[in-house]
């Protein structure tokens, strides 16, 4: 008898894929530990973590390049080392001499350079449960709103939406740019009905066991490993030999920085950017 078989559920699983292509949307994602949100309408259900907060801070510098950035990407989103491990960060330096010593323009840049708090929960996708764990960026307002459910104890209130036994899905629904020069928006919203996170207790320990820890998603970068990414940003190139001194390089850059970056990094940050 031949030792080779033939798997029949992944032939079925390649059937369904290519009849039911929809409900594979998502599943170019399998890889990344983000969900990048659609068009239209998901649900999504908030898996808590170990410590029992769902909800995680990150702040993050946002740099857009006129080509790519070292690492071939046209836009890079870095933790800043400062505000979230409290050491030095080279872009907290630049932003804070051009606030302090530039020219109105400057301090434009300086308020696009600094930091900015981004919010970051671990969900389950509905309809490509497949995927296992997936970690959901959203904005300042949408924290707010998760907040407020949290906080709603009465009678008919949302206190208990976290809950895995008898909780709430999370509606998402986002609506693409209307033009040229236009953002997308994402709204969210509580589903009517209570559910589980799943019935399946094997799958629920899956799930806790694939689950990606989001504070470990970036790691710690190193000063220079930031400054890398500000000197092309600047225009510099990234040869140590070619640099001039930090004191140069933040002392009086302030003319070509305000030249050359206004404009590259003025776009908004999508609501859900995958960083």
Not at 15 to 36: E, L, T
Not at 121 to 140: A, D, I, W
Request: charged share 30%.
């Amino acid at each position: 008898m031949s030792k080779y078989k033939i798997n029949r559920e992944a032939l079925l699983k390649k059937r369904d894929r290519f009849q039911n292509p929809d409900k594979y949307k998502n599943s170019d994602q399998n890889d990344s530990p983000f969900w990048r949100i659609p068009d239209g309408n998901s649900s999504v259900r908030i898996v808590p973590p170990a410590d029992g907060d769902p909800f995680k801070e990150v702040y993050m510098h946002y740099l857009t390049f006129s080509g790519q950035s070292p690492n071939g990407r046209r836009k890079e989103a870095v933790v800043c080392p400062k505000r979230q491990y409290g050491q030095r960060c080279p872009v907290c330096e630049l932003a804070t001499n051009l606030w302090f010593n530039g020219t109105k323009d400057d301090q434009t840049v300086a308020k696009k350079l600094f930091a900015r708090e981004r919010y970051y929960t671990p969900v389950l996708v509905r309809g490509s449960e497949e995927m296992g764990v997936k970690v959901f960026g959203y904005s300042s307002k949408m924290y707010n709103k998760m907040l407020d459910w949290v906080a709603d104890d009465s009678g008919q209130g949302t206190a208990n939406f976290l809950d895995t036994d008898d909780g709430f899905d999370i509606l998402v629904r986002r609506t693409p740019a209307a033009g040229p020069g236009a953002f997308p928006s994402t709204e969210i919203d509580l589903a009517r009905n209570k559910t589980a996170l799943t019935d399946d207790e094997n799958f629920e320990n899956h799930l806790y066991e694939k689950m990606p820890v989001i504070e470990e998603l970036w790691g710690t970068p190193s000063f220079e490993e930031v400054d890398m990414l500000l000197k092309a940003w600047l225009g510099e190139g990234t040869d140590p030999e070619t640099m001039s001194s930090e004191t140069n390089r933040y002392g009086n850059q302030q003319k070509s920085v305000t030249q050359s970056t206004t404009s590259n990094n003025s776009y908004q940050i999508d609501e859900d950017v995958p960083f």
